[in-house]
């Protein structure tokens, strides 16, 4: 019988771009509403993805003022609006109290959103 190596397809990257950024600034309000703070800071400093035949996975380190971080997931599906791409964004999870140290590693907890059915 063959051997299956399972290789693990995961990026970390510590040079996020706008892209990213424009993905957690459209999770911003539900990260708010789980965490129940306010974030005047709310910068995207490293992530890690695993992009699926056009989608992406994310975890994505987020500062939000003085030492503090959290973690978030998010799911972006593409997907085609009168031809044009348009991504939606899912909030999978959100982790509060990390430091900047602390490894992007997955993890799950209860919160579920989806910007397709937000208001814009």
């Known amino acids: 019988m063959a051997n299956i190596v399972h290789v693990e397809c995961r990026v970390v990257r510590e040079d996020v771009d706008e892209e990213i950024q424009r993905i957690c600034d459209?999770?911003?309000?539900?990260?708010?509403?789980?965490?129940?703070?306010?974030?005047?800071?709310?910068?995207?400093?490293?992530?890690?993805?695993?992009?699926?035949?056009?989608?992406?996975?994310?975890?994505?380190?987020?500062?939000?003022?003085?030492?503090?971080?959290?973690?978030?997931?998010?799911?972006?599906?593409?997907?085609?609006?009168l031809g044009m791409p348009r991504p939606i964004e899912m909030l999978q999870g959100v982790e509060q109290r990390r430091t900047k140290d602390d490894p992007l590693v997955s993890f799950v907890n209860t919160f579920k959103w989806s910007s397709s059915t937000a208001t814009e």
């Open 26 to 81: 459209k999770v911003k309000g539900p990260v708010e509403e789980f965490t129940g703070k306010t974030y005047e800071v709310y910068k995207a400093v490293k992530y890690r993805s695993h992009p699926p035949l056009g989608n992406g996975n994310f975890l994505i380190k987020v500062f939000v003022g003085v030492e503090d971080y959290i973690h978030l997931s998010v799911h972006e599906v593409r997907t085609l609006v």
